[in-house]
């Protein structure tokens, strides 16, 4: 059991043996995994076909009763024999209900017809929720599953309302028993595949089912649908046309919603009963690939002993490789692999001495050097670890033999850093200049750090030769300057961008208006705010600030700059869009702060805005001077009575520095010219 022979035999056996299982088990899985999608595939279709034929079903009933009411007059409502006849020879509607009836509009049931028989009960169905949507609404109306009045058996109504150009005189109705399943019948099913198809309402009561008894209880007692039904009503029930999938152990449930009604066909399908046969052809499977796998090893195991016979006095030969004796005798006369490894073997037999001595020396020098210091050393050629230091290990989470003979790309958190790298790395070198750069690099355990990267050449002239690396975990640096960066340029309450920013953004856009289509500036100044910090505290205004923003971004494009200017003061701009767009934009600005309702405590916070636009324009002189016509704007709005949005001129800005003394105090109040505001 300890020969070479042996153990070849053994591993490729066992690397037959684990492919083949390997490969059977991906197999039979992936088969597994297709016939489970394609069952539900089928499943929806047929879900969503039946569903379509239920649809049909409905709105033929819905027909055949709107044909029939179209035929009872006043005059035959008002004549009970007449009204009988009507009822007793309509045998279409005979044949698609199993009862009909005619109601007053005070309920009272005049006359029923049920499976022939005519009566006239005194029951009123005035209470009843489907005659008075039928009265009120004057359309056809499908009831919930109710129970009869006279049968006390569970039916489903269809109420049409009789009308004429004087109003409703009556109401038309046609009722089906879910116990003799008229409406549903050749629908639900119950077979001896598996296989369960009902039907119920979009509150989960049962209407149809194989078992009479199952009629109008929740689906959630059916254990073959109670998880896939829990699943429906957590996203929010949809009464889907196009039917969907339903998560349910060992079931395949699909459910399509009927249309014209709030119906559900429910189907659930066995995984175990669909799995069955290819559960069966796997172990079948298994069963032979080890009968094969027995008598490759037997075979092999014969063909390796007769091929192998040289490698043994090969072994013989190589124990006195270095106890004194001449290298170039006794070796065994062989070709192939095993005479040309007693070629090499001769040859190690002079060098190996004198060249283990000098790499001895060597490794112990570099070792002293590398584990001394306190950064990561690293040796590369051909762009692979041939050298690693501890320290080096230590930061990337690798072992020393994890790392030697892998690439260097291994390290790198994204392939398109790596080949970046490279483009500074090649140039850098062939000039013999340093390396030096911030990377992100990845750990043994998949996450990413910044790492500063340096790298020299061994020999400019021989890029062969390698290179020797040193590496540093600068994470925390590099987060504390970010962390830096965002915060001059953010407003910390709200994380919108700051007035450094904003006015940066105004100044190239000033800058291209010649280039680009003209650009809008927003400014936005909440109106009773001040009352939510004195009331309810700062707590309660940072909350409403932060909400005020969010709307804000909402209403916005991705490229749009969002900025807090302080206070509760915000401004946007907009850049390639047109003066009526911005416009638009800030009337819809407007509307999501006016529909903030924030509950604090027992009460319910709301602000105002008033919203100044000024666009950008050949005319417009500065940046101060455009950003000073939005705020006149929303100056005009503030002082006409808040709680508008609107757009500025040249003019306007006249018009509001001449209302003002230099104190600020204004000495009129001008409405807001209708042509320029949008509320």
Not at 53 to 76: E, Y
Not at 113 to 127: I, K, V, Y
Not at 256 to 285: H, I, Y
Request: a negative charge; glycine letters at 8%; proline letters at 4%.
């Amino acid at each position: 059991m300890t020969t070479l022979k042996f153990r070849l035999t053994v591993s490729v056996i066992a690397a037959l043996a684990i492919g083949v299982v390997v490969v059977a088990s991906m197999l039979m899985r992936q088969a597994e995994t297709d016939t489970l999608a394609s069952e539900r595939r089928q499943q929806v279709n047929q879900s969503v076909r039946t569903a379509a034929v239920l649809s049909r079903r409905v709105i033929d009933l819905q027909r055949g009763l709107l044909a029939a009411a179209a035929r009872l007059d006043r005059w035959t409502m008002a004549d009970g024999h007449r009204l009988d006849h009507f009822v007793e020879s309509n045998a279409v509607l005979g044949e698609m209900f199993s009862g009909i009836f005619v109601v007053a509009t005070d309920g009272r049931m005049l006359v029923l017809n049920r499976d022939g028989a005519l009566t006239h009960p005194t029951t009123s169905l005035a209470n009843r929720e489907y005659i008075q949507r039928a009265l009120k609404e004057e359309r056809v109306v499908i009831s919930e599953p109710v129970t009869g009045r006279i049968t006390g058996e569970p039916i489903i109504a269809f109420a049409c309302p009789l009308r004429d150009e004087h109003g409703v005189y009556g109401v038309l109705g046609g009722s089906i028993g879910l116990a003799s399943r008229d409406l549903l019948a050749d629908l639900v099913e119950d077979d001896d595949s598996g296989s369960l198809l009902i039907v119920a309402d979009r509150h989960g009561h049962i209407l149809a089912h194989p078992r009479p008894a199952a009629l109008l209880a929740s689906i959630a007692s059916q254990t073959r649908l109670a998880e896939a039904f829990r699943a429906w009503v957590a996203t929010g029930s949809p009464v889907e046309p196009t039917g969907l999938s339903l998560p349910q152990r060992e079931e395949i449930v699909s459910v399509s919603g009927v249309a014209g009604t709030d119906w559900v066909v429910w189907r659930a399908a066995s995984e175990n009963d669909l799995l069955a046969a290819l559960r069966a052809a796997r172990r079948n499977a298994f069963f032979l690939c080890a009968a094969l796998l027995a008598a490759m090893s037997l075979v092999m195991l014969l063909l390796l002993a007769w091929l192998l016979r040289p490698l043994a006095k090969l072994g013989q030969r190589a124990q006195h490789l270095f106890d004194g004796t001449d290298p170039h005798e006794g070796w065994p006369a062989a070709s192939g692999e095993i005479g040309r490894l007693a070629q090499v073997l001769r040859h190690v037999g002079a060098e190996r001495a004198q060249l283990e001595a000098f790499n001895d020396e060597v490794l112990k020098k570099l070792a002293s050097v590398m584990s001394a210091a306190p950064i990561g050393i690293a040796f590369t050629r051909a762009r692979r670890f041939e050298l690693v230091s501890a320290e080096l290990c230590q930061i990337l989470g690798h072992s020393e033999e994890r790392l030697l003979g892998q690439p260097v790309e291994m390290l790198y958190a994204d392939p398109a850093h790596y080949l970046a790298a490279l483009e500074q790395i090649t140039p850098a070198f062939e000039q013999g200049q340093p390396y030096v750069g911030e990377l992100q690099m990845l750990r043994a355990d998949g996450r990413s750090f910044w790492a500063q990267l340096r790298g020299r050449p061994v020999d400019r002239l021989k890029p062969d030769a390698g290179a020797i690396w040193t590496l540093h975990d600068i994470s925390d640096q590099v987060a504390a300057r970010l962390r830096l960066e965002w915060s001059a340029s953010h407003d910390g309450l709200t994380g919108l961008a700051n007035r450094t920013v904003f006015q940066r953004r105004l100044q190239q856009a000033f800058e291209a208006r010649d280039s680009r289509p003209s650009a809008s500036v927003i400014v936005i100044d909440l109106d009773y705010f001040k009352p939510i910090n004195d009331a309810a505290g700062h707590a309660a205004g940072d909350a409403m600030l932060k909400a005020v923003a969010a709307e804000i971004s909402r209403q916005v494009r991705a490229g749009d700059l969002v900025v807090r200017t302080g206070g509760d003061e915000f401004a946007l701009l907009l850049e390639c869009c047109p003066p009526a767009t911005g416009l638009c934009i800030a009337d819809d600005i407007h509307r999501a702060i006016v529909g903030i309702t924030l509950p604090w405590q027992d009460e319910v916070l709301r602000v105002g805005a008033s919203l100044g636009v000024a666009a950008l324009s050949a005319e417009t002189e500065s940046v101060d001077s455009w950003l000073a016509e939005a705020d006149a704007a929303c100056y005009q709005v503030k002082r006409a009575g808040r709680g508008a949005v609107l757009a500025a001129s040249p003019a306007r800005l006249t018009l509001v520095a001449a209302n003002k003394d230099p104190a600020g105090t204004d000495h009129d109040h001008p409405g807001i010219d209708p042509a320029l505001a949008s509320r």
